[in-house]
């Protein structure tokens, strides 16, 4: 296996003990157009301490750039940049490795790497709005350092990823295309930091589960066999997007938390208000919506009182819980507080922002101002850069894109599956992508292959219960290989670590999958087994 072998900066600076600071002038363009002409690989390295409960643990952080490779002819075709935390003293064999990213496509992972399970997170007042500057960065007992070292990845055109001349940006902009540049990178971790035999963890939010599903068969034909995937807010199947049986129970959980639900007795409890939704959702709902308009009355006032909004108006709305307005915008979102000026948030229905005067016209439900994103980007990017440059000793002339909406523009959905299938746009150039094939393929050539799903009950833009049927619907038919997926629930939003609570629990399950994955020796074995057999399969014997 061909693998690029520019020196990485590596062990003297961890071994002494001592910083290593990094300043890079390169000029790291996010343009579709935009490529670099270096590829040295750099880093910053640091050493630092966090206690988690009763034990402290002494871990190194790397902040910079590995150089991928063109697959065919090794020539180095991007830099990307990451921040890896890994704890010291650790056997590679034993010690697990987890890769982290974001979604969008067109976001870094700055986004997962303060919020979620790294050594530090930033302190938000979520559901709440986080008051301006001085912010706080913490330690985070919820890391999982404690469980797996953590490599966050920032894709092309994100962060200070950009590609090598001759390669372009945009050539890295699509579903395929970005699979196999991750894939590349992790390759070149592994073999720059001799974690090949390391058990490997996947975890990807929002578009990232899309990503982690074709990555993940991408990896096993190249060789890589993973031990575990978490899919946080999934979606894996974009035909189904706005579907209202999907998104009604999230619309119920936001009425209940605004107090609209008008069922007697009143819920007490969200996850059994939970059960009986998505119960409904998937029964007189979902008939409902196939008779209309000569659905059952009873079951009208049942959505009514599920939703807070009332007959007249859903009768106009046609039913349709997830139905927009003429320009995109929810109109549930938009229409449940609408009488205290109030619109709902899409990532977070818990979150409300203002929606009268000049608000209403530049804050949609989903995007940069939703009011979910609002409340928190100012914390996001003061603390990001402060963690980086003065916490990471990581320093560029560049700026940092945290978001990307370039890629977004740009980006390519075709996908062929690995039955060869086109899954990503049909004839008239619509977006259908479909990448839970490729997540059920990979289980079932990998069938020790540990799999949590992972969702917010109030995340109104990938809907738990739409990730439910997505998963259900999945062609995986063995009983024994989809015992290896389990599926868990949150009272928090699309970015489910961002609620304390929720990010605890979210932890606690990450540590489950991990142990379970971990401690199964036998797995283990066929894994690595699986892993060697695919290697000598692509390079031949040695």
């Avoid at 992790?186 to 001799?194: P, V």
């Avoid at 609002?374 to 996001?380: F, H, I, K, P, R």
Wanted: aromatic share 10%; charged share 20%; net charge negative.
């Amino acid at each position: 296996m061909a693998s690029h072998k520019t020196p990485s900066p590596k062990s003297t600076a961890a071994a002494s003990g001592k910083d290593q600071l990094c300043f890079d002038p390169t000029a790291y363009g996010n343009g579709p157009g935009d490529s670099v002409a270096d590829a040295t690989e750099n880093a910053a390295i640091t050493h630092h301490q966090i206690k988690l409960g009763a034990h402290a643990f002494a871990y190194t952080a790397k902040a910079g750039h590995l150089a991928v490779v063109d697959p065919s002819s090794s020539k180095p075709s991007a830099k990307m940049f990451y921040v890896a935390f890994t704890t010291d003293g650790q056997t590679p064999e034993k010690r697990p490795v987890t890769f982290f990213y974001n979604g969008g496509p067109g976001s870094s992972s700055v986004f997962v790497l303060l919020g979620s399970f790294a050594p530090k997170r930033i302190k938000t007042s979520m559901p709440g709005f986080t008051p301006p500057a001085p912010y706080t960065l913490e330690d985070n007992p919820d890391s999982l350092l404690d469980k797996s070292d953590l490599v966050f990845i920032n894709p092309v055109g994100t962060g200070y990823s950009t590609a090598i001349a001759p390669y372009k940006n945009k050539d890295f902009w699509g579903v395929d295309q970005d699979a196999h540049s991750i894939a590349q990178f992790i390759k070149r971790y592994l073999t720059a930091n001799d974690r090949w035999n390391s058990p490997k963890f996947l975890f990807g939010e929002s578009y990232g589960t899309a990503r982690s599903a074709v990555l993940s068969y991408v990896l096993h034909e190249d060789g890589v066999e993973l031990n575990g995937i978490t899919i946080q807010s999934s979606i894996l199947d974009y035909s189904q997007a706005g579907n209202p049986v999907g998104a009604l129970p999230t619309a119920a959980a936001d009425a209940w938390y605004h107090k609209k639900v008008h069922v007697d007795p009143p819920p007490t409890n969200l996850s059994t208000f939970m059960d009986a939704a998505t119960s409904f959702a998937r029964g007189d709902y979902a008939k409902a919506l196939r008779k209309h308009p000569k659905a059952a009355s009873t079951t009208t006032q049942t959505l009514s009182d599920y939703t807070g909004i009332d007959k007249t108006t859903l009768a106009a709305w046609n039913l349709d819980i997830a139905a927009r307005d003429s320009v995109g915008n929810s109109l549930f979102l938009l229409g449940l507080l609408q009488d205290k000026g109030l619109a709902l948030g899409a990532y977070d229905g818990r979150v409300t922002g203002i929606d009268t005067g000049i608000a209403k016209h530049i804050s949609p439900n989903s995007g940069g101002n939703d009011p979910t994103m609002t409340a928190v980007s100012g914390v996001y990017t003061a603390m990001w850069n402060n963690y980086l440059n003065d916490g990471l000793k990581f320093t560029s002339t560049s700026s940092f894109t945290d978001l990307n909406d370039q890629a977004f523009q740009n980006w390519d959905f075709s996908h062929i599956d690995p039955t060869g299938a086109q899954k990503g746009i049909d004839e008239n150039g619509n977006i259908i992508l479909y990448t839970a094939g490729d997540l059920a393929a990979t289980m079932s050539l990998n069938v020790d292959l540990k799999v949590l799903s992972a969702n917010g009950y109030y995340d109104f833009v990938t809907p738990f219960y739409q990730t439910v049927m997505d998963l259900e619907a999945m062609p995986l038919a063995d009983s024994g290989v989809r015992k290896n997926l389990g599926v868990r629930f949150y009272p928090s939003g699309h970015m489910v670590y961002l609620d304390a609570g929720s990010r605890t629990a979210l932890k606690a399950d990450l540590a489950q999958m991990v142990d379970a994955a971990t401690s199964d020796h036998q797995a283990i074995m066929r894994i690595r087994a699986l892993q060697a057999h695919r290697q000598t399969q692509r390079t031949g014997p040695a």
